[in-house]
């Protein structure tokens, strides 16, 4: 079974602070995803990373960073957090390009105060 | 512009009562189009998913949904639901523009299931 763990599944953080949101896979996957998910607007892509060391903007990038020194881990950055950024946040795998399938993890709901 | 919309935030349905989930995406590039689950406190399951071939894709959990180009669609249906079907679904394209997609996906806003008994 492909699991997909997430470091927390709740955290709250102060307005300012550097958040480090951290995501393992056991699968040997290529590809490895960051989303942020809010009521009535779904899921939307954070980064995306195809490689170690390798990574892309997704759709809403800004306030964000990203690291994957190591294949089977992807960490999600909040350089300063800020109140909108409290939202749940979804990491995913896959196994590469043409596999089409992402298993992703619980989610880890981030709480900004 | 490329999009996928859920129609519908909320469909209320009785258990054993046939269901349909609306999903609609706008593209000027081919699509791959996909169906997840996400039950209450989990991440997201694939239900199915449609790459090519048959328009009528069959997923887990007696879920299936037809893909139809002229239309834009990709509705999910089932035809008698019980109540661990409540969840929330969410449809998610793969727009093919050229180039290298990486399987990246854009969702829907998601439509929350309550099968009442």
């Known amino acids: 079974d492909v699991k997909v763990t997430q470091s927390s599944r709740y955290l709250v953080k102060r307005t300012g602070e550097k958040v480090f949101l951290e995501c393992v896979q056991d699968m040997d996957h290529e590809n490895m995803f960051w989303y942020r998910q809010d009521p009535g607007l779904g899921l939307r892509l954070i980064y995306f990373?195809?490689?170690?060391?390798?990574?892309e903007k997704g759709d809403i990038p800004e306030g964000y960073s990203v690291s994957r020194e190591k294949k089977e881990r992807f960490s999600l950055i909040l350089e300063s957090a800020s109140t909108n950024q409290t939202s749940m946040y979804l990491c995913?795998?896959?196994?590469?390009?043409?596999?089409?399938?992402?298993?992703f993890g619980p989610g880890t709901r981030l709480t900004v105060t | 512009a490329q999009s996928v919309t859920q129609l519908d935030s909320q469909v209320p349905v009785f258990e054993e009562a046939p269901v349909e989930l609306r999903c609609n995406y706008s593209s000027s590039v081919s699509v791959y189009l996909f169906w997840y689950v996400q039950y209450p406190n989990q991440g997201l399951q694939l239900l199915l998913k449609?790459?090519?071939?048959?328009?009528l894709v069959k997923g887990i959990n007696g879920f299936e949904a037809e893909f139809n180009k002229s239309q834009t669609s990709f509705h999910l249906r089932k035809p008698s639901v019980h109540i661990s079907d409540t969840a929330e679904y969410f449809c998610?394209?793969?727009?093919?523009?050229?180039?290298?997609?990486?399987?990246?996906?854009?969702f829907g806003q998601g439509t929350i299931l309550t099968v009442h008994p």
């Open positions: 990373s195809y490689d170690v060391k390798m990574k």
């Open positions: 995913a795998s896959s196994w590469d390009t043409y596999s089409y399938e992402q298993y």
């Open positions: 998610a394209v793969t727009f093919n523009a050229g180039g290298t997609s990486y399987g990246k996906l854009t």
């Open positions: 449609y790459l090519s071939g048959s328009t």
